[in-house]
Structure formats: C-alpha cells, structure tokens
C-alpha cells in the first residue's frame, strides 16, 4: 500500500458475512488466530487501532480469554429502533469504543413520521437527531454520505436531547424492513 502504518484494522465480522449472526458456529479459534495476527501488527507499529465488528459480548470475551492487546473498537449496528444497550455498556464497562454504523438505518429512520416530529421540535434534521442521539450514547457515530452538504450538516449536531426524549427514542419501534438494505444479513440477526 505504500504507507509507513495504517490508522485502524477491525475483524469485519466474528462469522463469514452470509452467516452473521445466523449460525450458531461463533468461529472462535479463527477469531482468534486473526486476533493474534492484529495484535503482531499492532505491536510491530504498522496499525495504530485494531478492533472488531458486529461482535457480540461472546464474541469478544472469546478474544478477552487469549488477547495481549484487548479490541479498542467494536464497529456495530446502531441507531434510533436498534439499540443493542447492553453491548454498548459491555464495551464502553470493558474500554473498547463503540463505533456506531449506520446511525440513520440506511435512511429508513426517514420514513418515520414521530422521529420527524421530534427533529422538528429540536429544529434540526432527522439525521441530525440521528447523529446525536448515537453520540449521547457515548459512542463514535459513522454516518455515510459522498454529499458535502450532507458532511456539513451531519457535523453540526451541538444540542442536546433531553432524557425523556433519548428514552422514546431507546424504546422506539424495530424498523422491520430497511428496504433494498434488507438483503444485507446484519438486518436480520441478533443486533
């Protein structure tokens, strides 16, 4: 590649992606051999992050048995209608930062006329609520747009959501179609 170290390498899933939390075969000694892998990067100064993603609490306990370097971010699915709360308060208890992907649900949260109705209270975007709400969850929210517009905007996120307010929004119904995103397998497993 050319480059002296790169800034982050995660496991992109503790299973082959068309099994993701559909099979009962965790992977473990796999998992765990590309850790150990990781980590001599890691160690030999060519990776300043190594993590994991869409790994759930067993998951990563199974690395936590063997590593020498413990993941510092587990990448995961997270947004308004699918909080995994107690994954984020695994990790966030264990240091390893929650990186929050797809925080806007592939544009599904956009359909939803009450989370519309409390952006507009705030007098912000949907995605802007959006955005803020994964980062009072105290995690590193990952929203994806190739619009500057939209990078500007999803920047501008300086308010806060009231308690009652992160509350309905925690508890908010399970989107059950993400459209044209349903195909991909995370939509439909344990997360």
Known sequence: MGLDYLDQIIIHSPQPWVEVNQSENRYKEENRAVWKALEDAYKAKKVRVIGVSNFLQEDIENLLEVAEVKPMVNQ?????????????????????????????????????????????????????????????????????????????????????????????????????????????PVYGGKM
């Open 76 to 184: 995961v699915l997270c947004h308004i209608s699918n909080t995994p709360s107690e994954l984020v308060e695994y990790c966030q208890k264990n240091g390893i930062t929650v990186e929050a992907y797809s925080p806007i649900a592939h544009g599904e949260v956009l359909h939803q006329p009450e989370i519309k109705a409390m952006a507009d209270r705030y007098g912000v975007s949907v995605p802007q609520l959006c955005i803020r709400y994964t980062l009072q969850l105290g995690t590193v929210s990952l929203p994806k747009t190739a619009n500057p517009d939209h990078m500007k905007t999803n920047a501008e996120v300086d308010f806060e959501i009231r308690a009652e307010d992160m509350e309905t929004l925690k508890n908010f119904k399970k989107i059950e179609n993400y459209g044209a995103s349903s195909a991909f």
